[in-house]
Structure formats: C-alpha cells, structure tokens
C-alpha cells in the first residue's frame, strides 16, 4: 500500500515524540480490560475527556491549555455505563471524573456535603439521596470491573495513548466504539523546537536560542525577542483519519465538533464526517453546549437533541438566547421544539436533565444498527 500523507505525519509524529513514562503501564491495563470484557461479549467504549496542554518548556513551567472541564466526556461515561457498555476514560489529569464529579467542580466543597456525628464523619440528611444513589451506581462499576480510567496532561501523551489503546481495541471490531468529547490542541511546540528551561522575562538572564536540537535549524518555537514572548507554533496532524483507516478500522467512531458562531456549527460538521467518512460528528456550540447538540451522520443526516427549556441545567457561561441559532435546516421556534425529548417521557417541572442522558441512548441504538450492518456484511462474504 502507498504511504500516504497521513501515515507519514504519523510516522513523523511518533518518531520525534516520545512516549509518556506510564504508557507501558496503561496498555498493560487496557489489554487486560479489552480482553476480558471481549471475551464476555460487552461493547467497550473509549471516552477522551478535558483538555490537551502544549507544553512551551522541556522542564515545563509554562503551557497553553484550552477551556474544557471535561463535563461531557465524565458525564457521558457515567450514561455509557449506564447502558451496559464497559468504559475506557483516558482523560485529562485532574479533570472531572465519572460518579466524583458531581461532589467536585462545583461552587461548593465537598466538605460541605458531611458533618460530624459522635465522632464520627457523616454526610447530611439532605444530600443522603443523591449521594447513595451515586454511589450505589459507582459500587456496581466497580463490583463489575467496568470502568478503566487512564490520564494525560500532555497533547503528546493523549495521541500515544490513543494510538496504543486503538489498536488494543481492534480485536473487538465494530463492539468497539469511540467517543471523542476531548478538546484536543490543534496547534503544538514539536520537541525538537522546545528550549529546556523556563523561559526567561528578564532581559538580563535571556537564554540563547538552543532548542534541544534533533537537527531543527528553525527557533525554538517560543521564545522571547527583547520584552516580547513569541509563540510560532506547529500544526498537529489530524489523527482522526489514521483512527479511522489504519488504528481501529472497524470500530465505531464518534467524534466532536466545537465551535463559537451558529453560522459555522453545521457545515464544519459536515465536512468532518465527509473528510474523515467516520460514523457520527456531534457539533456543539461553546455557549449551548450543555442544552442542545447536532448529530450529524451518513445514517441519520442531521438530527439536533435539545434539552427541554423547563429542564436545564444551569450554566454560568451559557447564553440561552443562542439556543436554535445554528439549526440553520429547520430555523423552527426552538420553545415548540421542546417535543424532542419530551417524547421520551420526561414529565415538566422535574429536576434538571442532563443532554448527555439524551445523547448516550441515541448512540447506543445507533450503535446497535451499525453492528447489525457488520454482521450482514460478514455473512455476505
Ligand atoms: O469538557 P466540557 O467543558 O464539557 O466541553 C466539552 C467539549 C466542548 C470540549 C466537547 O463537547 C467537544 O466538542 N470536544 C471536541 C472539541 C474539539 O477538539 O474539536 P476540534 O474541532 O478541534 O476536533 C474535532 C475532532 O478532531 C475531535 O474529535 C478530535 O478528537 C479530532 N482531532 C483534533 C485535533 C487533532 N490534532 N487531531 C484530531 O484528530
């Protein structure tokens, strides 16, 4: 077979890249996790979750990091579960995580969940419900060895995670799916234009300009000229297409499209899944993010999940007044579209629901359709 582009800039990538210390350790983990959950039949679905740093130092101090809590890739895995799948979360250290995230993130401590009772730590009658809930379901995660969680920090440290646990996942062919809710750097410092120290400010401590070589006669990609900091980043190849061609050829791929204007969401989203000729894009806008997505499929077309106005979660940061603004297809009073979930019978004024309790079921029968079309598939040849 021809080396393709993409294949080179992986070739490229992994080469002048080097792995993270515990990657031997997380394929040791996930190989034992695929297996086991492979020869029990399960789906096993891989959730990337938070951001990606690009770090500017070898001995790092400074980095560029991006907005992502990891809200829906933590959420999302709790409704995976749910659904019976098992579940790889490689996310990003420190972010949100499965079950914990609903006592942490928040405006409030955890300790303000507990009080002392003769001495002892309890935790209050009011959260008593909810907190047993959640723990009843994270027991039974774990009684039943369903969750595997893996971390990064780095951009690098994510794409070799991801390449080793495709590849891993291969042998579950399309019982494989994944969920790709992180919000990956598109924009990286490559080792062999990274200075080791932390850069200095102070114009009388400037270092010279060595990078840590590898024969690159370019600058070190930031570095400081007079007062100014300069960042002259690189482009980080797209992996989607090696995910989708050569790492995991039968799995199902899910994978997200982020973006600010409403005029834009829809058609990005297109031309990912025509680039990429994946299973689905999920687009979401920053601001609604929490209230409504589009599924954009060869399957489905577009199809928009939307949370019912009376059922919101609350959002700092969310702008309410965008909801609807980028279904461009139907551009239809968003209020009366409220039916999209209520259809599923979700009576009015109840506690607020979550848009990834939506979306999980969704790909479930999604995923169900496309196992099924494998399996013709094999028997017809
Ligand atoms: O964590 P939260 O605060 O809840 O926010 C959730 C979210 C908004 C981050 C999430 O819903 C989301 O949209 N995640 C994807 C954001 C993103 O990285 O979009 P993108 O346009 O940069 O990338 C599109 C796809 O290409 C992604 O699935 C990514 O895995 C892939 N990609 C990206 C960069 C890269 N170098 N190679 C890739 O393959």
Do not use: C
């Amino acid at each position: 077979m021809a080396d393709s582009s993409a294949q080179r800039a992986e070739s490229h990538y992994f080469t002048h890249e080097p792995p993270p210390k515990d990657l031997k350790t997380n394929t040791t983990l996930a190989r034992a996790f695929i297996t086991r959950h492979a020869d029990e039949g399960r789906r096993v679905v891989l959730v990337t979750s938070g951001g990606t740093t690009v770090p500017l130092e070898q001995q790092t101090v400074r980095y560029i990091d991006n907005f992502s809590a990891g809200t829906r890739g933590a959420t999302s895995a709790e409704y995976f579960l749910q659904n019976g799948y098992a579940v790889i979360f490689l996310h990003r250290q420190f972010s949100l995580l499965p079950y914990s995230r609903h006592y942490s993130h928040n405006t409030r401590s955890f300790l303000d969940y507990m009080k002392e009772e003769n001495g002892q730590v309890v935790v209050d009658q009011q959260h008593q419900d909810q907190m047993l809930r959640v723990l009843r379901q994270y027991t039974e995660v774990k009684r039943e060895n369903r969750l595997l969680i893996l971390s990064y920090v780095t951009i690098t440290e994510y794409l070799w995670n991801l390449r080793e646990v495709a590849q891993l996942m291969r042998p579950l062919g399309p019982k494989a799916m994944f969920y790709l809710a992180a919000a990956v750097s598109d924009f990286f410092v490559p080792q062999d234009r990274m200075v080791e120290h932390k850069i200095q400010s102070n114009e009388e401590f400037l270092q010279g300009a060595g990078a840590s070589g590898g024969g690159n006669t370019k600058p070190p990609a930031a570095r400081t000229e007079g007062k100014r900091l300069v960042i002259d980043l690189e482009p980080v190849p797209k992996f989607l297409k090696q995910l989708v061609d050569g790492w995991a050829p039968e799995a199902i791929i899910v994978s997200f499209k982020l973006e600010t204007d409403p005029s834009l969401l829809v058609k990005k989203a297109e031309y990912s899944l025509k680039k990429y000729s994946h299973h689905l894009v999920i687009g979401n806008l920053l601001a609604t993010r929490k209230w409504e997505v589009v599924f954009v499929s060869a399957l489905d077309g577009e199809k928009w999940i939307r949370v019912p106005t009376n059922r919101r979660t609350k959002s700092f940061s969310g702008m309410p007044s965008l909801v609807g603004s980028a279904d461009q297809l139907t551009k239809k009073d968003i209020e009366a579209d409220d039916s999209i979930a209520t259809e599923q019978g979700i009576p009015r004024g109840e506690p607020a629901v979550e848009i990834e309790s939506l979306i999980i079921p969704e790909i479930e029968s999604m995923h169900t359709k496309l196992i099924e079309q494998a399996e013709a598939r094999a028997r017809a040849s």
